[in-house]
Structures are given as C-alpha cells and as structure tokens.
C-alpha cells in the first residue's frame, strides 16, 4: 500500500502553515510539518505520529479504567477491547485529524469523569484547554460540546453555570481557538461551504440504518463490552450525566445524517466502563484469561479490514471469500455503491504510477520554466508535489480544497506547456492547447485513481495567463 489520499492533503498544508484551510483546521498541517522536518517526506514520516499516538490513546483508556475504579484486569481488558476494534486498528495506521479526534473526544470524557468523581475546578481548567486544542483539530467536538450543554442543567452539577471557574475553561478553550476562529471569519466561514459539499456529495448517501449498522461494525466484538458500559452508566446516579450525555451524541449524529465514525469517540470510554463490570463479575483467572484471548482470536478474521497487511488483490480475494459466506462489510464507499476494496485501501493505490508519468512528461518538455503542473483533486497534487520533489520538481497546483488558497494569479514568463492530471481531458483544455499528448494512466482496477491519466498539452492557441484569468473567476465564482 502506498500514502493515503488524505496523507498527500495534510502534508502539502504543512508546506503552506496557516490558521487554518478548507476542510481542517490547522493542527494537522502543524504536526505533518514536525514530523517532515525531523524525517522528511517519508512512509515513516507520514506513520510515526500515529503510530505513537495509538500508545497514548490505549493508556488513556486503561487510565479511564482506573478511574472507574477497575483493578489491573479492568485495565488491561479496556486495552485489549479498545485494540481490537475495526476503529482502532484503522484510524491509527493513518496520518489524519480522525485519531487526534479519538483522543480528545476520549481525554474529554476522562475529564469529566475526575470532575464527576472530584468536583474540584481544576479539571475544568483542564477540560478547557483540552476542547480549545481539539478544536484545533476537528469541529466534530462542537456536538460533544453542544450535547453536554445541554446535559448539564439536569444534573446535580447544574450550578456550574454560575461559576466563575466554568467561563474562565470557556474563555480558556476560546482563546486556544481563537486564531482559527479569527481565520475562519476572515475566509468568510469556509467550514460552511465545505459541510455543504459534503452533504452534497457523501452524506445523502448515509441513511439511519447504515449508520446504526456502523457503531456494530466498528465495534466488533467489543460492542458488548460498550454496551455493558452504558448500562452501568445508566444505572449509577452519579454516572447517569455520562451515559445520557453519549446517547444524545449518537442520536444526535444519526438524525444529521453523519457518517458512523463520526460517533466513534465516545466508544472508548465506554469500553473501559463495560471492561470494569465484566472485570467485577469475572472472578475466575481462567475465565478472565480465556475471555482476552477470545478477544484477540476473534479479530483475527476481519484484521485485514483494520490493518492492510496483505496484497491489495489478496484483500479484494479474501473480502469475496467473505462475501460467499453471507458476510459483507466495509466495501461501501462515500457514493453509496460497493468496490472490490475498502474505501481507504482504494485510496492507497496508484499514487507512484500518477508520480512517474507526471515526472516523465515534466522531464520531456523544452522549457520547465514555461511549464506548470495541474491536478484536478488535492490527492493527484499532493502526489506528484510531494513525491517528486526529491527531482526538484515544482509543486503542482489545484483548485479544489485549501489548494485553491495558493494558485498564483498569473505566470511570468507565459505557459507554454501544461502537465494536466484528471480522469479526463476537459474541454477548455483541448481547445486551448494545440498538441497533446497522454503520457500514461492508473490501470489498477482496485485503485480509486482507476482510469487517472497524465497528460502533456504544449503551445497553447492564445495566452494561458487569459486562460487562466477566465478559469479563476469561474471557479471563484462556483
């Protein structure tokens, strides 16, 4: 498997640090720039931050564990059910803002249950900075925050709205967010535009039932341990706050038509509340032994939908053979139609092959001053900007996301050649240029860039800076 799609976006933001862009805030182009700078542009690079956050997150967990009074077995179990869940297993093999979101959403939780269990203020400074930095990452926290909100005034904690020490957390949380906050009002809302594209292009295909069939998926085996968990929130006064409050997420996700990852961190913490009531009913060493290697046996046949350790086409082969047996999952994409791979795993295919032809048509020109490189979507661009930097090739350009934010007005001196990467050569395109010629295409069928091709379209019919200028307003103007 190659870089994910998304993991060519976050890495070319960190070439172009800011407060924030399109589809994220700014936090994940911080931490890719960190990392680029210590190791370069590398699969390394691109998997360490991750990899060692899965460590922290898997403690934090335990820690919860702990906090609900569960003894080492309540701990370890908690480790074990969190690590051996789909969600798991894929969100930290992959550079994005959704494993940073399941440590928040979890360390937020955590907060507020030493609050819960304390009542002293200092966790609410705490809880303060923590949202603050979350929103940073991901706006997804808003609807933890919005249903605690909410949750509160029926609780025995209700006088925290006249407490000083809650608006100084809230003051807290919004001067950490405050310069995406600024950035986003400046840029007239982007978030917006993006929700609605989003809507438009992938969430009217989640109905209510994909998504209640996500949290099970997701879960695995560890949903009864989740489930456990609730119950026993529910049943405890104290507790009850907790239980009510990740109910009103999850309802709340499913009536705005959310994806079912969207929901995925409130699940941890009540992995470690369910592992603690197992933990106190399961006294038996054997039992509890043989009930963590039930865990780690039973995840065993779906480990290669969390971890793509084998071949792509032996995935695909293997998928199919599950298929045979009446058990189809996770080959749903975003558009509502099933393919031969995950989602994620077609989208970590083809990256190279798009990189060669886009450095073999770049090496071939007369003129690489004269010569810009163009790809329709942020995964074509940041694929050949970042791997083929090593050549000292330019970065590509793209209109769509935050690359849109750093097209040059105008090229000096003219265009005379362009590199230009789609699934198809657009008409302007073809009018404009006089030779063209295609230089390769991703013939993967298990590729999402399926069907990419790269081509190399020279000595324009009339100025490409007029071109240009026209193709901006329109975009702009869209």
Same mark, same amino acid.
């Given at each position: 498997?190659?870089?994910?799609?998304?993991?060519?976006?976050?890495?070319?933001?960190?070439?172009?640090?800011?407060?924030?862009?399109?589809?994220?805030?700014?936090?994940?182009?911080?931490?890719?720039?960190? #990392?680029?700078?210590?190791?370069?542009?590398?699969?390394?690079?691109?998997?360490?931050?991750?990899?060692?956050?899965?460590?922290?997150?898997?403690?934090?967990?335990?820690?919860?564990? $702990?906090?609900?009074?569960?003894?080492?077995?309540?701990?370890?179990?908690?480790?074990?059910?969190?690590?051996?869940?789909?969600?798991?297993?894929?969100?930290?093999?992959?550079?994005?803002?959704?494993?940073?979101?399941?440590?928040?959403w979890?360390?937020?939780?955590?907060?507020?249950?030493?609050?819960?269990?304390?009542?002293?203020?200092?966790?609410?400074?705490?809880?303060?900075?923590?949202?603050?930095?979350?929103?940073?990452?991901?706006?997804?926290?808003?609807?933890?925050i919005?249903?605690?909100?909410?949750?509160?005034?029926?609780?025995?904690?209700?006088?925290?709205?006249?407490?000083?020490?809650?608006?100084?957390?809230?003051?807290?949380?919004?001067?950490?967010?405050?310069?995406?906050?600024?950035? +986003?009002? #400046?840029?007239?809302?982007?978030?917006?535009?993006?929700?609605?594209q989003?809507?438009?292009?992938?969430?009217?295909?989640?109905?209510?039932?994909?998504?209640?069939?996500g949290?099970?998926?997701?879960?695995?085996? #560890?949903?009864?341990?989740?489930?456990?968990?609730?119950m026993?929130?529910?049943?405890?006064?104290?507790y009850?706050?907790?239980?009510?409050?990740?109910?009103?997420?999850?309802?709340?996700?499913?009536?705005?038509?959310?994806?079912?990852?969207?929901?995925?961190?409130?699940?941890?913490?009540?992995?470690?509340?369910?592992s603690?009531?197992?933990?106190?009913?399961?006294?038996?060493?054997? $039992?509890?032994? !043989?009930?963590?290697?039930?865990?780690?046996?039973?995840?065993?046949?779906?480990?290669?939908?969390?971890?793509?350790?084998?071949?792509?086409? $032996?995935?695909?082969?293997?998928?199919?053979?599950?298929?045979?047996?009446?058990?189809?999952?996770?080959?749903?994409?975003?558009?509502?139609?099933?393919?031969?791979?995950?989602?994620?795993?077609?989208?970590?295919?083809?990256?190279?092959?798009?990189?060669?032809?886009?450095?073999?048509?770049?090496?071939?020109?007369?003129?690489?001053?004269?010569?810009?490189?163009?790809?329709?979507?942020?995964?074509?661009?940041?694929?050949?900007?970042?791997?083929?930097?090593?050549?000292?090739?330019?970065?590509?350009?793209?209109?769509?996301?935050? !690359?849109?934010?750093?097209?040059?007005?105008?090229?000096?001196?003219?265009?005379?050649s362009?590199?230009?990467?789609?699934?198809?050569?657009?008409?302007?395109?073809?009018?404009?240029?006089?030779?063209?010629?295609?230089?390769?295409?991703?013939?993967?069928?298990?590729?999402?860039?399926?069907?990419?091709?790269?081509?190399?379209? +020279?000595?324009?019919?009339?100025? !490409?800076?007029?071109?240009?200028t026209?193709?901006?307003?329109?975009?702009?103007?869209?």
């Amino acid at each position: 498997m190659e870089f994910h799609r998304d993991e060519l976006l976050y890495f070319s933001l960190s070439n172009h640090l800011d407060l924030g862009y399109a589809s994220v805030p700014p936090m994940i182009s911080w931490i890719a720039w960190i #990392s680029k700078s210590i190791f370069g542009f590398s699969p390394f690079a691109v998997k360490i931050f991750p990899a060692l956050l899965s460590g922290v997150f898997v403690y934090l967990t335990a820690m919860i564990a $702990k906090e609900f009074k569960g003894g080492f077995y309540a701990q370890i179990l908690t480790a074990v059910a969190v690590m051996c869940t789909p969600l798991s297993l894929r969100a930290f093999i992959l550079f994005q803002p959704v494993p940073l979101d399941l440590f928040f959403w979890t360390l937020t939780l955590f907060i507020v249950l030493k609050y819960v269990n304390t009542e002293k203020t200092e966790w609410l400074y705490y809880l303060g900075l923590t949202l603050g930095l979350a929103l940073l990452n991901k706006y997804l926290i808003l609807i933890l925050i919005f249903v605690l909100l909410l949750v509160i005034p029926f609780t025995r904690h209700r006088n925290l709205f006249l407490s000083k020490h809650f608006y100084a957390s809230v003051a807290i949380a919004l001067l950490i967010w405050s310069p995406n906050l600024y950035w +986003q009002i #400046s840029n007239d809302f982007p978030v917006i535009t993006h929700m609605a594209q989003l809507e438009e292009t992938q969430l009217r295909n989640v109905s209510k039932w994909s998504f209640v069939k996500g949290q099970l998926l997701m879960l695995y085996t #560890s949903f009864v341990i989740a489930a456990i968990g609730l119950m026993a929130l529910l049943k405890q006064q104290k507790y009850r706050m907790l239980g009510a409050l990740i109910i009103g997420v999850v309802i709340l996700l499913m009536l705005l038509n959310a994806k079912d990852y969207y929901a995925a961190g409130v699940y941890p913490f009540l992995i470690a509340a369910g592992s603690v009531t197992v933990a106190s009913n399961l006294t038996v060493f054997w $039992k509890r032994l !043989f009930l963590i290697i039930l865990f780690i046996v039973l995840v065993l046949p779906i480990l290669p939908l969390g971890i793509p350790f084998m071949k792509p086409q $032996k995935i695909a082969n293997y998928l199919d053979q599950l298929e045979e047996i009446g058990i189809d999952i996770g080959r749903n994409h975003e558009d509502g139609q099933k393919y031969p791979l995950p989602q994620d795993y077609a989208d970590m295919l083809g990256w190279y092959e798009i990189a060669q032809y886009a450095r073999q048509a770049y090496d071939s020109v007369d003129s690489q001053e004269t010569t810009i490189i163009y790809g329709e979507n942020y995964g074509l661009a940041g694929a050949v900007s970042l791997i083929n930097k090593e050549y000292g090739h330019p970065e590509a350009l793209s209109f769509f996301d935050a !690359f849109g934010y750093w097209v040059p007005e105008s090229f000096d001196p003219e265009i005379k050649s362009l590199i230009y990467i789609n699934d198809e050569l657009g008409s302007d395109v073809a009018q404009l240029f006089k030779e063209i010629e295609m230089i390769g295409e991703v013939t993967d069928p298990l590729s999402r860039q399926y069907g990419i091709k790269v081509y190399l379209c +020279q000595n324009p019919r009339r100025s !490409f800076n007029e071109f240009w200028t026209e193709t901006l307003l329109r975009v702009r103007n869209d």
